[in-house]
């Protein structure tokens, strides 16, 4: 019979045994549930006062958040170099994510305007010897003659609401609807017409006039009082007032 009794007494000491240990297994569990419970609310708790001591904090916070902000900085960087990688931005109509070649948001519709894209740089050739003159050159390497500008470009057309590039000629803005007021036309200046001169007439050779005839000199007569030279019709003296008639 004893032996029966410590047989019984070990089972139960084992059983106790297997108890204790479930139970300590299942308040480790507890306590880890809780442990995680209390760093959420310790993450919690920094938060909100980062939030909303961003220029107030204590100085035994100072490293904090200067750590705090560089982490930030880089994850923003991060965040957004991703975005490049893939393609993405976001709608200017409702924020949503979309593709950078997406022409429409697939939530709100958003038209995207279109995108301009420069056109490649083409060689020229030179207008004096007809050699190719590179992109970004001003003179041809051959003869040394100045590089052909081009054409002035009429400006493009803009709608003055959403200041989306238009089609020359639109009415009304494709993206908004918009009127579209098309800019009066600068008038070209005149240039001024030369004055028509008249016709040249020849010069004619002058008329020689007949040389006037001589008349003879009228004749003299002297005064008998002074001897003063007269006219032969005069009656007195110009000189003496003598009478010589």
């Known amino acids: 019979m004893a032996f029966f009794d410590d047989l019984g007494k070990a089972f139960n000491n084992a059983g106790q045994k ?27 708790i920094g938060q909100l006062y980062v939030q909303n001591h961003k220029e107030d904090y204590e100085e035994i916070f100072i490293n904090l958040f200067r750590e705090h902000a560089e982490t ?15 393609n993405i931005i976001s709608c200017p109509g409702c924020g949503a994510d979309m ?11 958003y038209r995207m305007p279109p995108k301009e894209t420069p056109a490649p740089q083409m060689s020229t050739k030179c207008t004096a010897c007809g050699a190719v003159i590179a992109p970004g050159m001003n003179f041809c390497s051959v003869c040394g003659a100045p590089k052909p500008q081009p ?15 238009l089609e020359p000629g639109s009415a009304f803005c494709v993206f908004c609807g918009a009127p579209v007021s098309t800019p009066e036309p600068v ?16 010069e004619q050779a002058p008329v020689a006039e007949p040389a006037p005839a001589e008349i003879p000199a009228p004749e003299k007569i002297t005064c008998p ?16 007032g003598s009478k010589v008639r």
């Open 72 to 86: 930030s900085q880089k994850i923003d960087d991060m965040k957004k170099k991703i975005r490049e990688l893939k």
């Open 225 to 240: 009082n002074c001897g003063a030279v007269l006219d032969s019709d005069s009656v007195f003296c110009i000189e003496c």
């Open 99 to 109: 593709s950078g070649d997406a022409a429409f948001c697939n939530l709100c519709g």
């Open 18 to 44: 297997t108890k204790n240990m479930a139970d300590a297994a299942k308040l480790n569990s507890v306590l880890a549930e809780e442990e995680r419970k209390l760093n959420s609310l310790y993450a919690q």
């Open 187 to 202: 008038p070209v200046a005149q240039v001024p017409q030369p004055m028509p001169q008249p016709a040249e007439v020849p």
């Open 151 to 165: 054409m002035p470009q009429a400006a493009p057309l803009v709608c003055t609401r959403c200041n989306a590039t």
